[in-house]
């Protein structure tokens, strides 16, 4: 993990938009092809500005996160993958056999984000009929099987979901168990997450709130001698200055209709069964006038996209400072993203990573600015080079 200077620790991760990227929400203007060459053109990005990690999402609008995964591992150096792994649409064999692959083609750099899914319709699409917390009971066993094996155990399971006899890997991963991530807000999902993964994550509620959640998550752990690390998952609109941050967000929402908004809101909350994504829908309750929901977050991003809905606006001082209130209840991990993904990673990274104390970008050695090509030189003006 980085430690930034005077700080506490803390991974800034960034996303890969497997989904679409473009400038405005709800608008076919200005999108961006939904292709491999521009993950790629994001993923060398954020490696070389510093970024630890990228996740990837699951779901039927998204090209598929492990052989994204496996494409962008070739062309990158230093980058870990949070791939989402979905339990009810593979077997955990078959993902155990992955898991290994990737994490050894990646020289191990693999993470997995174990998405358990939160809307029925879209899950019956993929062969899944279990209500709620049955998909959690399922996705214990699976785990169960999953981690046996990735240990290098010979598997034999019989349970309510799953029967396996003798399973087991030859091909082991380069890491020990690569680490899981999980993110659900039910009761069902916090015990998934106290009885079986390392990371915590919500999507991005004022601070009280996630306090409260992730309390629960931790006492939940605790009472199995456990603990768990805890992260949040947010957009984010960094400008010089909070009027142009606000000006951003304002403009980002700027050619999405009212009928846009009540079709997504009815989804959220009358198609889907997940309490994180009724969480996020209550924020706003779709309303253009309640979106400052605490300060600097901004709930604009949920009128029409689901899942994480909220993003921090404002300068890089006011940011790093709602950072830091998420850091002192526990936080330790931020998956970071922002419309669109190529030019507001490198906005974060230049604006909020120093404000922060992170590393940030590798620097060219080079003895001064001044430069005839360089922006430290204007014509016969030489600025005052660093000794
Ligand atoms: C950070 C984060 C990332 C998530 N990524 C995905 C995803 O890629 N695909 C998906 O279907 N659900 C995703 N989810 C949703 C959860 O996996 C979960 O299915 C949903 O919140 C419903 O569970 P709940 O009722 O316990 O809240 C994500 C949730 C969080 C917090």
């Not at 079986?196 to 629960?216: F, N, S």
Request: some cysteine; hydrophobic content about 40%; glycine content about 10%.
């Amino acid at each position: 993990m980085t430690q930034p200077a005077n700080n506490a620790p803390l991974d800034f991760f960034w996303f890969i938009p497997t989904h679409g990227d473009g400038s405005y929400l709800g608008s076919e203007r200005q999108q961006r092809p939904q292709e491999f060459a521009y993950f790629r053109e994001i993923a060398q990005a954020v490696d070389r500005l510093g970024f630890p990690g990228v996740l990837l999402p699951t779901g039927q609008s998204c090209e598929d996160s492990w052989i994204t995964a496996a494409g962008l591992a070739a062309h990158t150096e230093r980058l870990k993958f949070l791939v989402a792994l979905r339990p009810g649409v593979t077997s955990p064999v078959f993902a155990a056999r992955q898991t290994a692959a990737l994490d050894r083609l990646s020289n191990g750099r693999l993470l997995l984000n174990v998405v358990v899914g939160g809307n029925p319709v879209e899950l019956a699409g993929d062969g899944v009929f279990l209500p709620h917390d049955e998909r959690y009971e399922q996705a214990a066993e699976f785990l169960t099987i999953w981690r046996q094996l990735v240990s290098g155990e010979t598997v034999n399971f019989e349970g309510k979901h799953y029967r396996v006899e003798g399973g087991r890997l030859d091909l082991l991963p380069a890491q020990d168990k690569p680490p899981l991530y999980f993110g659900g807000s039910s009761d069902a999902g916090q015990e998934l997450a106290a009885e079986q993964v390392e990371l915590y994550l919500t999507w991005g509620e004022p601070v009280a709130q996630v306090a409260e959640k992730i309390e629960r998550a931790r006492r939940k752990a605790a009472a199995r001698g456990r603990q768990l690390r805890f992260g949040i998952r947010l957009h984010f609109i960094v400008r010089e200055t909070e009027d142009e941050a606000w000006a951003a967000a304002d403009r980002l929402i700027s050619k999405i209709t009212d009928e846009q908004i009540e079709i997504a809101q009815s989804r959220f909350l009358k198609e889907m069964d997940s309490v994180g994504q009724r969480r996020m829908a209550e924020l706003h309750g779709g309303r253009r006038d309640k979106l400052v929901v605490a300060p600097n977050l901004w709930a604009g991003v949920g009128l029409v996209r689901g899942g994480a809905g909220t993003a921090l606006v404002g300068s890089p001082q006011s940011i790093a400072a709602r950072i830091r209130e998420y850091q002192a209840i526990g936080i330790d991990t931020i998956i970071g993203s922002g419309y669109p993904h190529l030019e507001e990673a490198y906005r974060v990274a230049e604006l909020l990573f120093p404000v922060l104390g992170l590393d940030g970008q590798r620097r060219t050695p080079r003895r001064s600015i001044e430069n005839e090509f360089g922006v430290g030189f204007y014509g016969n003006k030489r600025l005052q080079a660093a000794s």
